[in-house]
T-cell receptor, first 108, second 112 residues
Framework: GQQVQQSPSSLVLQEGENAELQCNFS?????LQWFYQSPGGSLVSLLS???GTKHTGRLTSTTVTKERRSSLHISSSQTTDSGTYLC??????????FGDGTQLVVKP | DPKIIQKPKYLVAVTGSEKILICEQY?????MYWYRQSAKKPLEFMFS???????DNQTASSRFQPQSSKKNHLDLQITALKPDDSATYFC???????????FGEGSRLIVV
């Protein structure tokens, strides 16, 4: 089965609205990261958050390790936030698993 | 300036041929990875290397062979190419387990 599951698979917002992305994982993780991928582009790490809550700019990630879930909150969305958001977990053996991603579209 | 350089960015290859995808990282990282992303599947782990040694291998086919000639290099040799190999191949690196993972811009391979 898939190690990392993300929801929703896609999300359409009006500019200025907030987004809440979810990530659930099936095994213990030594690290959890949220990535952003622009259409046809590479992946950029947004936040590393194996546990607790972290903020950077308009992004807030909350990871509850015991419940094996993490969320990414994007406040006051902008059209430039459009793209795919990927959740990834790392296990002890250096193997990193990615979810299918959430495709976000922010309309002006 | 990109810190992880992948070459070529785009590549069209003929079925049955052999190609090498180049990856060099200038971040001083010890761990390097190859991932594959195709339209049909999510980002898929292929190999992990640490200090130039293979740590983990998820690829079923022996047609995919990583090569690490230097600490900051991890190339990917693909032999007997098939159309199903068409994908974007991403190289990544990190300082060690549990640290931030950095990606290259990818090599987009199309096999015809």
């Amino acid at each position: 089965g898939q190690q990392v599951q993300q929801s929703p698979s896609s999300l359409v917002l009006q500019e200025g609205e907030n987004a809440e992305l979810q990530c659930n994982f099936s095994s213990t993780a030594t690290q959890l990261q949220w990535f952003y991928q622009s259409p046809g582009g590479s992946l950029v790490s947004l936040l590393s958050n194996p546990s607790g809550t972290k903020h950077t700019g308009r992004l807030t990630s909350t990871t509850v390790t015991k419940e094996r879930r993490s969320s990414l909150h994007i406040s006051s969305s902008q059209t430039t936030d459009s793209g795919t958001y990927l959740c990834a977990i790392e296990r002890n053996n250096n193997r990193i698993f990615f979810g299918d991603g959430t495709q976000l579209v922010v309309k002006p | 300036d990109p810190k992880i350089i992948q070459k070529p960015k785009y590549l069209v290859a003929v079925t049955g041929s052999e190609k090498i995808l180049i990856c060099e990282q200038y971040l001083g990282h010890n761990a390097m990875y190859w991932y594959r992303q195709s339209a049909k599947k999510p980002l898929e782990f292929m190999f992990s290397y640490s200090y130039q040694k293979l740590m983990d291998n998820q690829t079923a086919s022996s047609r995919f062979q990583p090569q690490s000639s230097k600490k900051n290099h991890l190339d990917l040799q693909i032999t007997a190419l098939k159309p199903d190999d068409s994908a974007t191949y991403f190289c990544a690196s990190e300082t060690g387990v549990g640290n931030t993972l950095y990606f290259g811009e990818g090599s987009r391979l199309i096999v015809v």
